[in-house]
């Protein structure tokens, strides 16, 4: 026999939790939001986080504020934003990194079930070289690569890093053979690109933008299929390799499960601020061009890009050492 009770309390129960869910929603938010920037302070993409959070903070009525929490390669700070509550107070803003880390590290987490809010921006990354280099631009760099495989260098961030991804997919592309100098960050291998220790680098273009106008550093090319408007006389990599792209970009991201209405108000917010012209205009001098992709075209390049690094690190064989 039914036990007719049973199934009223339990109709009752799940009408109950969806009027919270839906209560919760409609007064999302009711107090402070904190962003979790996986990164150390003052870099790029915490610099951007704090403008966007002032933004947000008068657009939603209450306080916005960012916390860095770095390390293990932006796997720590994901974490606590994937394991927090889904109600859209704790989120994350990070880089394309997220999809490339499931294929190289055993996560604490579940790289697929975390909840795409906006895509903010996206831009190539900057290939250049030593000043002390045997070669001045892009063509000169093949053809020397080329007569001389393996003597050119190009240093990274670390094995995984996009700067070390867009090296191997330009040894795939051009068919040279170079040498990877891997650094345990950044700073290390600017130093010495800078000092002709290295020939080559590939980042971001706000991280070398200060060399450039400095003079220590060439530009050699962008990584997307068009030229940067930061950069206008340098050419896209794919004007000599024309199946050559592989793009950067940030976003924002919320737990597992985070209501679509909570999700549908940040978006709202966050695509609100770029709209900006203060905020539009350093993102453009930083090389930075706005996309904010909503949730479900955001989602479709987040779905993507696991798949793509997926193939990609098992063709190549990329292992961390």
Same mark, same amino acid.
């Given at each position: 026999?039914?036990?007719?009770?049973?199934?009223?309390?339990?109709?009752?129960?799940?009408?109950?939790?969806?009027?919270?869910?839906?209560?919760?929603?409609?007064?999302?938010?009711?107090? /402070?939001? @904190?962003?979790? *920037?996986?990164? #150390?302070?003052? %870099?790029?993409?915490?610099?951007?986080?704090?403008? +966007?959070? &002032? $933004?947000?903070?008068?657009?939603?009525?209450?306080?916005?504020?960012?916390?860095?929490?770095?390390?293990?390669?932006?796997?720590?700070?994901?974490?606590?934003?994937?394991?927090?509550?889904?109600?859209?107070?704790?989120?994350?803003?990070?880089?394309?990194?997220?999809?490339?880390?499931?294929?190289?590290?055993?996560?604490?987490?579940?790289?697929?079930?975390?909840?795409?809010?906006?895509?903010?921006?996206?831009?190539?990354?900057?290939?250049?070289?030593?000043?002390?280099?045997?070669?001045?631009?892009?063509?000169?760099?093949?053809?020397?690569?080329?007569?001389? /495989?393996? @003597?050119?260098? *190009?240093?990274? #961030?670390?094995? %995984?890093?996009?700067?070390?991804?867009?090296?191997? +997919?330009? &040894? $795939?592309?051009?068919?040279?053979?170079?040498?990877?100098?891997?650094?345990?960050?950044?700073?290390?291998?600017?130093?010495?690109?800078?000092?002709?220790?290295?020939?080559?680098?590939?980042?971001?273009?706000?991280?070398?933008?200060?060399?450039?106008?400095?003079?220590?550093?060439?530009?050699?090319?962008?990584?997307?299929?068009?030229?940067?408007?930061?950069?206008?006389?340098?050419?896209?990599?794919?004007?000599?390799?024309?199946?050559?792209?592989?793009?950067?970009?940030?976003?924002?991201?919320?737990?597992?499960?985070?209501?679509?209405?909570?999700?549908?108000?940040?978006?709202?917010?966050?695509?609100?601020?770029?709209?900006?012209?203060?905020?539009?205009?350093?993102?453009?001098?930083?090389?930075?061009?706005?996309?904010?992709?909503?949730?479900?075209?955001?989602?479709?390049?987040?779905?993507?890009?696991?798949?793509?690094?997926?193939?990609?690190?098992?063709?190549?064989?990329?292992?961390?050492?």
């Amino acid at each position: 026999m039914i036990n007719r009770t049973y199934f009223s309390q339990l109709a009752l129960g799940i009408f109950l939790a969806l009027a919270m869910v839906s209560l919760s929603a409609s007064e999302f938010p009711a107090k /402070p939001i @904190k962003i979790i *920037v996986p990164f #150390s302070p003052g %870099g790029g993409s915490d610099v951007i986080t704090r403008l +966007l959070a &002032e $933004k947000m903070s008068a657009d939603l009525g209450v306080s916005v504020l960012v916390e860095n929490k770095p390390g293990a390669s932006s796997i720590i700070g994901t974490d606590v934003m994937a394991k927090s509550a889904p109600d859209g107070y704790t989120i994350l803003m990070t880089n394309r990194a997220i999809t490339v880390n499931p294929w190289l590290f055993k996560l604490p987490y579940d790289t697929a079930k975390i909840t795409p809010v906006i895509q903010l921006v996206s831009s190539p990354l900057l290939l250049v070289s030593s000043t002390k280099a045997p070669f001045k631009n892009l063509n000169e760099m093949i053809a020397y690569a080329k007569s001389n /495989p393996n @003597k050119v260098s *190009v240093g990274n #961030s670390g094995v %995984g890093q996009l700067p070390h991804l867009a090296a191997v +997919l330009f &040894e $795939k592309s051009s068919g040279v053979e170079l040498t990877m100098v891997n650094y345990k960050g950044s700073g290390s291998s600017v130093t010495d690109l800078i000092g002709g220790q290295i020939d080559l680098s590939f980042g971001t273009v706000p991280s070398f933008m200060q060399q450039i106008k400095n003079k220590t550093l060439i530009p050699l090319g962008v990584s997307s299929t068009t030229r940067n408007a930061a950069l206008p006389t340098v050419p896209s990599i794919s004007e000599a390799l024309p199946t050559y792209e592989l793009l950067s970009w940030f976003g924002f991201f919320a737990p597992p499960n985070t209501p679509k209405p909570v999700v549908d108000k940040l978006y709202h917010s966050i695509s609100r601020a770029l709209t900006n012209p203060e905020l539009k205009a350093r993102l453009n001098d930083e090389g930075l061009d706005i996309t904010a992709l909503d949730p479900e075209k955001f989602k479709k390049v987040f779905i993507s890009d696991l798949a793509f690094w997926q193939k990609f690190i098992k063709e190549n064989n990329i292992k961390l050492e």
